[in-house]
Every structure is written in structure tokens, then in C-alpha cells.
């Protein structure tokens, strides 16, 4: 593998967010549930709205989710619920995740 095949990109905001994964069409998106601009949810929306990034999976990070609780808040976006990784993240299961999403 390349060092491009295996690139974290990072943004400030969801709007950055937006603009790289618009043009980069990464494998996976890791991105908060609050940002300072546009909500980590409405920015995977408006990226699903176009044809090319429909598919990219996402996961989120919230600091109002409990670990171990049964009753976690969900994220909805277009079809599809996400279930947030609570913050303080634990790394383990950050990367279960996202094996789940890409392999």
C-alpha cells in the first residue's frame, strides 16, 4: 500500500469536512455529533446527498453518550442510525468500529 491509500485527513469544521471528503471521497469519516459550524450529522447529510459520497460509511463521536448505557441517544441521518462512540474514546473499540466499516 501507498502512504495516499492510508491518509488521515483532519478539518476544523464541518464545513471543511464537507469540502475534503467532496473531493477526496475518503473510505471512512470519523466526525463529532456538535461542531462549531453545521452539526457533525447535517454534514453527512449533505455529503450523502451527492451520488459519489452516498456510500462512504461514518461514524460519530459524542460526548453526551454513556458508556455502557442501553438508552444511548441515536443519530439519524437520511436513512440511516448511527449509534455515537462515546467520549473519552476508547481506542479499542474506535478501531472495532471502523473495522466494521471498511474490513
Known sequence: ????ENQIL???S????????KTLLPDLIIM???LP???GPDAIKVLQ???EAQDIPALFLSSIVVKDNEDQ?????????YNPIAKPINFDALLDEIKKQIG
Open 73 to 81: 441517544p441515536t443519530v439519524k441521518v437520511c436513512e440511516r442510525t
Open 37 to 39: 459550524d453545521i452539526d
Open 1 to 4: 500500500m501507498s502512504d495516499e
Open 49 to 51: 446527498e451527492r451520488p
Open 14 to 21: 464541518g464545513e471543511e469536512a464537507i469540502e475534503k471528503a
Open 10 to 12: 483532519k478539518a476544523a
Open 32 to 34: 463529532d455529533v456538535v
